[in-house]
């Protein structure tokens, strides 16, 4: 009898760490739809790009300008304690010159966000 609970025991494990890995990697970033009409996910871009680029600006990365998104070429999450939301955005100032930027907001179990 303690064989065959063994036996069915290791079928549900290995049925188990079969599953995990055809969903990906636990802990990794999954792909998130970009919908500018979704408040969230837009207030955390618009949060974002409040910080990434006056950073960007302070390395010598971008030039100062007005920047401002012109599209979200991917949003992706990771559920951490929180989660992170990675973002590859393509940007522009008003002097028509365009940059790609990308940067990781973590959002705390409290709702505080930090760059």
Do not use: C
């Not at 940007?91 to 990308?102: E, K, P, R, S, T």
């Amino acid at each position: 009898m303690k064989f065959f609970t063994a036996l069915i025991l290791s079928f549900v494990v290995f049925g188990f760490a079969t599953a995990q890995q055809t969903q990906g990697t636990p802990g990794g970033y999954i792909p998130i739809q970009w919908n500018e009409n979704n408040e969230e996910l837009f207030n955390l871009l618009d949060y974002g790009l409040q910080n990434a680029i006056p950073d960007a600006v302070a390395a010598g990365k971008l030039t100062k300008g007005n920047w401002t998104w012109i599209k979200v070429n991917s949003v992706e999450a990771q559920v951490v304690v929180g989660m992170n939301y990675k973002f590859n955005v393509d940007i522009f100032d008003g002097n028509h010159d365009v940059a790609f930027i990308g940067f990781v907001i973590y959002d705390d179990l409290q709702g505080n966000k930090s760059l």
